[in-house]
């Protein structure tokens, strides 16, 4: 590079930090107390917003009446209302939900990204079935980009400072099983692997896409490597009890389906000791579990008798018919369609994340203290 070309990409630089920490100021003005300055997302249809709504994919629900009770109706968000992401993002202060990559305008990425994907997987090949979906290491390359671009305009170490100081969260491993392990007739990984093997495959690949890309493969790469440094990680819930899971299982007789329960309780219980071990080899970085399955145990203290059917008319793939009335009281409802919780559900777990009501909703702490800590990082610009 040139001195004088060097120096005008200096300018440059200089213009765009100037106007980012205007930008960044207004926004503090605008959304009160903004606590982190940035929250990346990735994850399935629980977090996903739009991002499959131009894929081919049966899993996209930009219809109504997904989104009865969001301000502008069907977004793709698979819910009445409000996802559990978008709570969490409204407890932080965000003016602004965090916006879907597929539609997000370049400014957007200063204030966070949602990468999530309706089917998607840990897995590359979870959810093929319904066609097209973002798959974790997918979501991961997409995020690639974005921190990229902000290389390029930030410069290298006002960027990794900055991605620093984000919050990430990840939710995935639903589909894993849903729609790939317990789908024996388009997936051939029970043939191959018991669900204890197949559950420590899963946790192995998914503690590198977090933590440390395999060697030289920039198809693989991780977020820590991409600059996450406080990281929220979603276990599973109890997907045996969701009404598309009864109702293709059966329960022989038990409230769920038991063996999908035991599936995610494996899951978790493999995932957790996990947490600890990133945290350990990774000291300049911050990763937490929030505890799904115990929380939705505790759902009863929500001081009303729930139905735990599916609000809206669901079809084959568990879904909401288009067009079709849903239940006239969204809040006396766990489910909005066979497989999502309705928002007032995805409220309540995402106030617990933030602020642990039992030390068991999240390890080693939640959401509210972990974006209280300061990790030495220098304040960023
Ligand atoms: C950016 O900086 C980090 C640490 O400061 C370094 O490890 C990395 O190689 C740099 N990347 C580029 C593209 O210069
Ligand atoms: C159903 O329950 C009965 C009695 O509890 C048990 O013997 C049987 O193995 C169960 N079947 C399945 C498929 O889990
Ligand atoms: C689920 O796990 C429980 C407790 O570990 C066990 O007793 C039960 O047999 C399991 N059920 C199935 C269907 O795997
Ligand atoms: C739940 O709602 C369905 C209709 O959506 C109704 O048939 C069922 O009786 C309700 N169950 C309870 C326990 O209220
Ligand atoms: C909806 O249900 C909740 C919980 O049972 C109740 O508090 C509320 O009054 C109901 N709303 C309407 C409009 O019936």
Known sequence: MTMLAHEMKLQWTVLVLVLFMVLSKWQHCAAGDQMVPCYFIFGDSLADNGNNNKLQTLAKVDYAPY?????????????????????????????????????????????????????????????????????????????????????GMLGNDSALRYLNKCLYSVGMGNNDYLNNYFLPQYFPTSQEYTLEKYTQLLIEQYSQQLKVSPLNSIFRISLYELGARK??????????????????????????????????????????????????????????????????????????????TACCPSSAIGQCIPDQTPCQNRSQYMFWDSFHPTEIFNIFYAERSYSALDPSDAYPYDIRQLISLDQGVAEAM
């Open 67 to 151: 989104g009865v009770d969001f301000g502008s109706g069907p977004t793709g968000r698979f819910c009445n209302g409000l996802t559990i992401v978008d709570k969490i993002a409204e407890i932080l202060g965000f003016h602004n939900y965090i916006p879907p990559f597929a539609t997000a305008q370049e400014a957007d990425m200063f204030y966070g990204l949602n990468y999530a994907s309706g089917a998607a997987g840990i897995r590359d090949e979870t959810g093929q079935e319904l066609g097209e979906r973002i798959c974790l290491n997918m979501q991961l390359q997409n995020h690639q980009k974005t921190v990229q671009n902000l290389i």
């Open 231 to 308: 990281l929220v990680v979603f276990g599973l819930g109890k997907i045996g009890c969701v009404p598309g899971a009864i109702a293709t299982y059966g329960t022989n007789g038990s409230a769920c389906v038991e063996l999908l329960n035991n599936a995610s309780r494996l899951f978790n219980s493999m995932l957790l000791p996990d947490i600890d071990q990133l945290n350990d080899d990774l000291p300049d970085a911050k990763i937490i579990y929030i505890n799904n399955y115990k929380i939705g145990e505790d759902s009863t203290v929500l001081d009303f008798k729930v139905n735990n």
